[in-house]
């Protein structure tokens, strides 16, 4: 019986460490994110590595956008070509078919193309995300591979809804041109307003994110002037204080 006690005595005891081990493993992670969000929120916003730890997560949240739109309409393409019938004696004319199969294949290629620098880029992006540790950003390659991302981006975005939008109508012509070609029409003349209102979109919104760029940049230029100044006074009253002092010992060993 005295031993049962030890042995149970003994597991309580491990349990009981064993907690206070986890808890204080979870304490030190909770102080360790404290401190870094404080870091990030106090005088350190101006500093190049808060610049590049922000323009990490913008890249993650890109390539996660890309990879997921990518995904869809490519999918959504292949579906529509697969599925396609076609009757036996073809009365579409060949430059229609022609057409669809051109814009289907430049679809997906560039759905595909835009996927794989997502899949290939967002996993090493996502490892240094995930420590919450600004100090290791350097080790991300979202600096390096910016132009690949914003081609990722370009093309899932404006390049691929625009091939969509392209393919809707011709395969809306391939569908409905032995039925009706008053629908076929009717879904041309729809998808036309519809375009230019992509376009003006897409125009207004990356000059806008130009323009919001541009105001940052100048901000930041005047702020950097500004601290200039403040040095150059501080530097002045440095040197006149250092004058007079030299005037005062001078005057000193004079007497």
């Known amino acids: 019986m005295p031993v049962g006690n030890g042995d149970t005595g003994g597991l309580n005891l491990g349990r009981t460490f064993k907690s206070e081990v986890i808890a204080a493993t979870r304490g030190l992670q909770a102080y360790r994110r404290n401190q870094c969000k404080m870091s990030q929120s106090g005088g350190d916003l101006h500093t190049s590595q808060y610049l590049s730890w922000r323009k990490l997560h913008l890249s993650r949240a890109k390539l996660k956008a890309s990879s997921k739109t990518s995904a ?54 996502e490892a240094i995300c995930s420590l919450d ?53 009717s879904a041309s003349v729809v998808l036309v307003p519809i375009l230019f209102i992509f376009l003006a979109f897409a125009i207004h919104f990356y000059r806008s994110l130009v323009a919001h760029k541009y105001e940052m940049t100048v901000s930041g230029i005047r702020e950097l002037e500004r601290l200039k100044e403040q040095i150059e006074q501080g530097d002045m009253e440095h040197n006149r204080v250092n004058g007079v002092n030299d005037m005062l010992s001078s005057g000193v060993h004079i007497v």
């Open 72 to 125: 869809l309409l490519s999918g959504f393409a292949m579906v529509a070509m697969v599925e396609l019938q076609l009757q036996t004696p073809v009365t579409i004319p060949s430059s229609v078919l022609v057409v669809f199969a051109v814009i289907t294949t430049l679809l997906v290629a560039v759905h595909m193309l835009a996927l794989m620098i997502s899949t290939c880029i967002l996993p090493n992006i």
């Open 133 to 185: 540790a600004i100090s290791l950003v350097h080790e991300s390659p979202h600096e390096r591979l910016h132009w690949y991302i914003e081609t990722a981006w370009a093309f899932s975005t404006l390049l691929g809804l625009l091939l969509f939008l392209a393919e809707i109508a011709i395969l809306c012509w391939v569908k409905f041109y032995d039925v009706n070609k008053t629908a076929a029409w």
